[in-house]
């Protein structure tokens, strides 16, 4: 009876036989995202590795992961947690960041 409760092994994915590499469309998940200068309008410069930057916020300088490197991420981040900054225009966050930096310089 019991060998009926046994449950069934997930079929062999392709990727796990040895003598049948993954496609090359699989690997393109580890791609690091590359910060945009446009990403600033949504008070996003960026911080780290040059080849796996991280967003961060000019506002509460919050680091996000290199997944959120992406214009819908960061619109959301500004929108939930700095509901008041949404109608700053790209000066503003250009100084905050300048700031930032000058911050960190010293
Ligand atoms: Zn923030």
Do not use: I
């Amino acid at each position: 009876m019991e060998r009926f409760l046994v449950p069934r092994k997930p079929p062999t994915t392709r990727a796990e036989t040895a003598d049948n590499p993954p496609p090359k469309e699989k690997r393109k998940k580890t791609v690091s995202r590359q910060y945009h200068e446009s990403y600033l309008s949504y008070g996003f410069s960026w911080t780290g590795d040059v080849n796996h930057p991280q967003p961060e916020c000019v506002v509460c300088r919050e680091k996000l992961a290199n997944a959120n490197m992406v214009p819908s991420k960061l619109k959301r981040h500004l929108e939930t947690k700095h509901p008041f900054h949404v109608q700053r225009n790209l000066a503003y966050f250009k100084r905050a960041r300048d700031l930032n930096q000058r911050q960190q310089d010293r």
